[in-house]
Structures are given as structure tokens and as C-alpha cells.
């Protein structure tokens, strides 16, 4: 079992390689993203909103795409594009899910942004919104990564 | 065991990742408070651990694998190296938060890519894994 788990076509490589650092890419983007945004709840300054939604829209939406097309591809090779597998299952549920609610956040640390620029305070509302989705979005991603290691059938 | 402690090595990995991605946006430019840096410096001190002892247990765990292979001698190497890279960048940011910095900003950042490009060295091993 250990063994036939570590044994790889070499083809698999390089779209496991992209969808892999694609993934690490988000992940640290959306702890990063989360760091700033409840220091903006807490009352945090418009810098920290700002850094905030760039985090999202500049990091974790691009490291999301990096990410995705890796799967796709590394699905693709590995024929599973259409597998009932439950682990497959889990990795684009989460997939589909979490670039929902990574646009969403984006959107609303925007919003929080263009309020707090507005009234020269916190992004408020907004903000908390935001941060509450990143942290939901990690969570989520944690259970990705537990899924794709183990691959519960 | 096996996919377990492939679970744990791997969000190590995440972990680290999470190190990379903070101190790769404040060289870039991107404010870092006390509690980011604490975040980033917890993070990197746990995944450092996660990924040597969870590392080592599957080198020993998986029969196909020994630990004197040259892909986990060189994934070791790295790893050492992102060690001695990342307390240099590390070193800089907090004398820089501190109000003490002597390290340039430039500096930290040359430390912080040559961590960077260890770690991502570290992945092409482990996927690659060269002479396995």
C-alpha cells in the first residue's frame, strides 16, 4: 500500500507540481489576507484594510487560479476528471466553494476599503465580513488538504 | 500511518508556506505589525518541526525510501540551508519593527528570496524525487 502510493508517472510531476505551489501560494496569501483584515476589525488602520484586499485580489485569486488549473490538468492525466472518488469529490467541492467565497471576500474588503476611505475609519461591516470568510476559506482548505493526502474512498 | 503522517508532512508544508508568503509581502512592500510577524515566526518554527519529524518518519515508514536517498539528502540540505536563510531574513525584520534595524531592506529581501527559492527546491524534490 505505502509503496504503491509513492510510485508516479514522471507526467504527473509537473501539473502535481503547479497545483501543489499553487495551493501553498493561497493558503499563506489567505493567512495573510486574514491577518490584516481582523486587524482591521479591531479597529485597525486603512492600511491594514488596504493590505487587506490586495492580499486577496493580487495573492490568493491568482494563486486560486494557479491552483485550480493544476488540478485540472493533473485530473486530466490521471483520468479522474468525471471519478465518483469521495477525495475528488471533496477537492472540488472545496475548490468550487472557495473561489466562490474568495470572490466574495475580495469584493467585500473592497467595499470595507472604499467605506473606510470615505469616513477615514475602519472598514466596520465590511471588514468582519471579510476576515469571516478568509478564516471560513482556511478552514475549508485544511479539509482539502486532508482529503488530497489521505483520499478517503 | 502512512497517509497520515503524509497529511502532517504536508500541512508542515502549508505552514512554511504561510512564513513565505508574509515575509515575501513585506519585502515587496506590504506592512507587517507585531502580531503578522509573530504569526509568520510561530509558523515557520512549527512547520520546520512538522516537516522534519513527520519527513523523517515516512523515510523510515515507506519501505521504497531510505534516508540516505539523494533527493532526502538534498531535501535536507535545503532545508538547512532555508534554515540559516530564513534566521537572516527573520533578524532583519525584527530589528526593522524594533526601531534597531541595521539590516537594509534590500538585504532582507536577498535573504527572503534565497529562502524562498530553498523551500521551492525542497517541493520540486519531493514531487520529482530524482533517482527514486
Redesign the interface.
Known sequence: MSLLAVVRPDAWDLPLFIHVFGAMVMVGSLVLAASYLFAATRGGSLEAINAGFRSLLYAALPAFIVMRAGAEWIADKENLKNSNVTWIGIGYGVSDVGALLIIVATIASGLALRRARRSEGSGGRGAMVAASLVAVLITLYVVAIWAMATKPT | V???L??LH??S??IA??????FG?YVLG??M?K??FR?ADI?WNVSGAGLLIFGIWLAL?????EIWDGWILGALALFVAASAFGAWAHKGVRESLDGSGEMSISRIAAWQWLRTLSI?GI??LM???PG?
Open positions: 502512512y497517509h497520515t503524509l497529511f504536508l500541512l508544508a502549508f508556506f504561510v512564513t513565505i508568503v508574509m509581502a506590504a506592512p505589525g502580531v503578522g504569526i509558523s515508514y515507506v519501505k521504497s525510501y521551492v517541493l520540486v514531487i520529482w524525487k527514486a
